[in-house]
């Protein structure tokens, strides 16, 4: 993840005091004086759009404060196998069986499938999986998945301004607007910017990320810190999830100490607005059904990892078969990268204040609209 372009909305060590006159001023400033001490500098020639980005306080850059993750966060306890078997993926009850093709005892329908396995077996060029003590697949028709390695931020404070993740790699404008003139600067998915300022053109939001760098809303996700309980929230632990942008944020004891993308309900399987509360944690479990009433979107999922439960069927947990975190995926449920689920599953406890809401309106709070919920 990049994180390069990081910097502070009022940055530290720049001298707020009033500009010297012109003829006061240092004719000649090395580049270190006028970062951090633009106002004792002449402003003109080149360098001054480097004078007014240090004034607004975009430069010198100023660290994120971030916190160091456990890099073994996202170790998966489990590895997994995509089914893509037209005719269903048939169970056995013995390896010998499973070889043999005989006697299965149940076969799972096709679909969105995903098994765990324990152990691998190969005789003559066949491979079959244990994916349960005494439960044994055909490796036919078996894909194996890595897990996603995205991961959100973890901070010591709140962050000082509006920050935002980079959804899709993309050029940046020079000025708000698909008219104005490209930059030849890319920005990459993932990666971490600061929001300096909002324009509205043609119907949308354009974001400054950087002293000449525009970016359209839908390329981005961002996130404002709100320290401020939200109203129905009484406990100083919650977690805050944006619909509109697709994010998620933690805050405790007034201050936000973690931050990342998700993807929440689909139109037509939102993720319900309001305030909820913890009141199932399961390290891993499995998910299975269908929505249409010809099953043609049946999904079986084994050992889901680390799942908080908080809406009847919607639960936030970890997605280990897709990485498109920052769009909405689910039937409701609120997918995050296996990193970030496992932190906010040690994190969180029975009870803890769920508040999920969209600053767009667009999702409906009627309830009427909402079934159970689903991975």
């Known amino acids: 993840m990049g994180l390069g372009l990081l910097a502070g909305p009022a940055s530290a060590g720049v001298d707020a005091s009033p500009s010297p006159p012109q003829s006061e001023a240092v004719a000649f400033c090395p580049l270190d004086l006028q970062l951090r001490h633009p106002f004792l500098c002449r402003r003109s020639g080149a360098r001054t759009a480097l004078f007014d980005s240090a004034r607004r306080g975009e430069y010198p850059e100023r660290p994120f404060p971030l916190k160091t993750l456990d890099p073994t966060l996202g170790n998966m306890p489990f590895h997994y196998l995509r089914s893509r078997r037209d005719e269903g993926t048939p169970l056995y009850t013995s390896v010998d069986d499973a070889f043999r093709e005989e006697n299965p005892y149940r076969t799972v329908p096709p679909g969105f499938v995903y098994f765990s396995w324990i152990e691998r077996y190969e ?50 404008r020079s000025e708000p607007g698909y008219d104005a003139p490209a930059t030849g600067r890319f920005f990459d998915r993932f990666q971490v910017v600061w929001v300096y300022e909002t324009r509205n053109v043609g119907g949308w939001d354009w974001y400054r990320i950087g002293p000449q760098d525009w970016i359209e809303q839908r390329l981005i996700a ?79 999922l084994e050992d889901v990892p680390w799942s908080l439960y908080f809406d009847e069927a919607r639960a936030l947990h970890g997605a280990y078969w897709h990485n498109g975190y920052g769009y909405p995926r689910s039937h409701g449920c609120v997918n995050l990268s296996p990193a970030d689920a496992h932190w906010i599953y040690n994190w969180a406890d029975i009870g803890t204040y769920v508040y999920v809401f969209d600053p767009s309106g667009e999702t409906p709070t009627d309830p009427s609209a909402y079934g159970t919920g689903g991975v």
């Open 123 to 172: 005789r003559h060029d066949k491979v079959v999986y244990m994916i349960v003590p005494g439960v044994y697949i055909r490796g036919e028709g078996l894909a194996r998945v890595g897990a996603p390695t995205f991961r959100g931020l973890a901070f010591s404070r709140t962050p000082s301004g509006t920050f935002a993740w980079i959804l899709n790699r993309t050029e940046s």
């Open 222 to 300: 961002k996130v404002e810190p709100d320290p401020e309980r939200p109203e129905g929230v009484e406990s100083d632990r919650w977690i805050s999830i944006n619909l509109y942008e697709q994010t998620l944020a933690v805050y405790e004891g007034g201050e936000m100490i973690y931050a990342t993308l998700v993807s929440s309900g689909l139109k037509g399987w939102w993720t319900r607005p309001g305030v909820f509360q913890v009141f199932e944690k399961l390290e891993s479990t499995s998910m299975e059904g269908a929505f249409e009433a010809d099953r043609s979107d049946y999904y079986y």
